[in-house]
Structure formats: C-alpha cells, structure tokens
C-alpha cells in the first residue's frame, strides 16, 4: 500500500504528471468558453510602457500570451488571423505620441473597441519600493485568474455600460456556490470614479493569515519555517504575541473589519480549518493604471462612433456617418465577390487545363499499345 509504480513505454521510464490542472472546457467541448487576450504593443513606446505590458500580462494570466514577441511589421490583421485559432477574445494595444501613451481594449473579431488615454501608471518595482515587506507572485498564484472586482460602474450613461460589460467578459465566469477559496489567491479592482471620469486599475495579492499569533509563530504553523530563538529569553517571547510586540519580527494586528471565518479548509494547518478565524489582507502588486476613456467605436478599431469625450455631432452628422460607413460595407462586398468571381474562373481554367493535359496523355499512351500491337 502506498507503493506507486511508474508506468513504462517501450522500454523507457513514462513519469505520470500528478500535479497538472485539467485544462479549461470550451465550447467545443460543450463547456463556457474561456476568455483569452494578447497584450502588445504597436510603434516606438517608452521603455517604461514595454515594461508595463510585460507587468499586465502576469496580472492577466493564465489565460493570456505571457511570451507573446511583437514585430514591428505585424498588423492588426495578423493578430485577428491567429485569434480564431487561438481562441483569443480580447486585444489589449498600448501605442505612444507626442501627446502620451494610449491603450485601445477591443473584442474579437468584431468589437466594439474602446480607446483609452493612459494618464497615468505605476510599474511593480514602484510600488514595492514603498511597501515594508513586499510579497512576489509565485507560481500558485499566477495558475487561476485573478478575482474581477468592478466598483462605481452604475453610473449613467451607455459607454459606462458597455466599459463594464467590456472588463467582465475579459475573465471567465465566477460561482460562489462552488469556488474553491485556495485558489482565489489575487485580486483584480477595476473602479471607476464618477467626479475626475478616470478608471482606475489596481493588482493584489491576497493573503489570509491566523489572528492572535505572532509572525513568528504563523510561519511556523502555516509554512512550516523553523524560527530562530538565540535572541529570545524565554519560549514565551516566541508564543505569546504581546510579548514579541516590542522585538524586530512583530507587526501590528489585523484591524477587526478584515476578520472572517473560514468557510472552506484551506491549506496552512489546524488554523485554516472551516470555521477558523483569519483576516483577509491585500498586498499591492502592481502594475497601476489610471485611464481616461476617449472614444467606444462599434467595429474592431474602426466603424461606427458611439461615444466621443471630445467631439459631439448633431443628428445629421451622424446619419452621414453611417450612410458612409455602408457604403464602404457594399464597396468592400463587391470587392470580395469580383475577387472571389476572379478566383473561381482562375480555378475553372486550371481545371480545363489539366483535363487537356490527361486527354493527351491518355491518348498518347493509346497510341503507343496500338504501335506495340
């Protein structure tokens, strides 16, 4: 009992891979489909904006091209071919002017796409300077998507609506009723505020730790971390937590409002049990964003203008709009059925012309066996 045995194929030791997730169902599959991105960049941008899409990759994993190159020669053209196959949902392009830094957010393959101005960002290394203890993501936190958090996005106004829509179908669904806490493990808060007009993106990670017990005495019990006691008079100093209040390993208590009761088991020991007492604690990872939404258009980077933060147009602007909008539409279509007409009739002439050539064929070998005769 308790004896595992590696399978063997042709000879050679097979090593049966435990510790993988299943993959994601999709539609295909009869499952939800799951929500993909790109995230790249078009022209010359700043060194710092390279490091920050390298920065909201991580924070949109997993299901996001984390090792996706860019080429100066790549048009939006090819990411859409390759979407498709890939299953990509969503494009994230970051472009930069003489005017700032600008993020384009569209739905594949057929929008609607809105543009945003970066005002400002923050990258991770930025935002750990100022923190006193600063946690990095490991592998286990980047495995499950972060949790979506929307905040102030009933305002009125149908680009609000569709800005919400937008960000919660970039992440696949989410039931409460059968979550599993452990792998809840980041925080994704998207808030909008109503007073400046700004989005505002923020990247946690989130940590439950045990209430009443010292630092030293968690990383015991919950990462099995042997302490150091050569500073310590007593075992009391390291148990008690007010007695290490004074020492270099304490911190301050979780504030009462963070405090909650474990409704799952969650791994770390007897104190994360169901029904166990842990605060809830957001460490800032980064990267942070504040945009400002200037255009929503209704195609994917181009089509019909549905809201414009800086240009307003009367009833008969936007009709002309539209009525030239459809005509590039027909003038498109019949561009593809002249297109399409010339390929068929190439084909229908190659077509003729290798049946020519196998009557020929054919009726010179006749001719050969009637001379051999």
């Not at 510790?19 to 060194?47: I, L, N, Q």
């Not at 949109?60 to 048009?75: I, M, V």
């Not at 989410?174 to 994704?188: C, G, N």
């Not at 414009?308 to 561009?335: F, M, Y």
Request: net charge positive; hydrophobic share 35%.
């Amino acid at each position: 009992p308790g004896l595992v045995v590696m399978p063997v194929r042709h000879g050679r030791r097979r090593k049966t891979r435990t510790h993988v997730r299943p993959a994601e169902t999709d539609e295909e599959d009869g499952g939800p489909k799951v929500p993909r991105s790109f995230v790249v960049r078009r022209g010359r941008v700043p060194h710092g904006v390279r490091r920050l899409v390298q920065e909201l990759r991580t924070a949109l994993l997993p299901h996001t091209a984390a090792r996706l190159k860019e080429r100066s020669t790549n048009s939006l053209k090819d990411y859409v071919s390759v979407a498709g196959k890939l299953g990509v949902s969503h494009l994230l392009m970051f472009s930069a002017t003489d005017l700032g830094v600008y993020l384009r957010l569209a739905r594949m393959p057929r929008g609607p796409t809105l543009t945003f101005r970066v005002v400002e960002y923050s990258l991770s290394a930025d935002i750990k300077a100022l923190q006193r203890r600063p946690l990095s993501l490991n592998g286990d936190d980047l495995r499950d998507p972060p949790l979506l958090v929307l905040h102030q996005f009933s305002a009125p106004g149908d680009h609000i609506r569709v800005m919400k829509a937008t960000f919660e179908n970039m992440f696949p669904a989410l039931d409460v009723r059968t979550v599993v806490l452990s792998r809840v493990r980041r925080v994704l808060l998207i808030e909008y505020d109503p007073d400046t007009q700004l989005v505002h993106m923020r990247h946690y990670k989130l940590v439950v730790q045990p209430v009443g017990l010292s630092r030293s005495l968690r990383k015991l019990i919950v990462r099995h971390k042997v302490p150091k006691l050569t500073s310590m008079r007593d075992i009391s100093d390291f148990v008690r937590p007010e007695a290490a209040a004074y020492s270099s390993d304490s911190e301050p208590e979780p504030p009462e409002h963070t405090h909650v009761v474990l409704p799952q088991d969650m791994p770390g020991g007897d104190v994360r049990k169901r029904g166990a007492k842990n605060a809830v604690k957001l460490l800032e990872e980064g990267p942070r964003l504040g945009l400002q939404l200037l255009k929503v258009e209704d195609g994917l980077c181009g089509g019909a203008v549905l809201y414009h933060r800086l240009q307003e147009k009367s009833v008969g602007e936007v009709k002309a709009t539209e009525e030239k909008i459809e005509q590039r539409k027909l003038r498109r279509a019949a561009n593809k059925a002249a297109q399409d007409a010339a390929v068929a009739t190439k084909e229908e002439k190659s077509k003729r012309k290798a049946d020519k050539k196998a009557a020929r064929k054919r009726k010179r070998s006749e001719n050969d066996g009637y001379e051999a005769d």
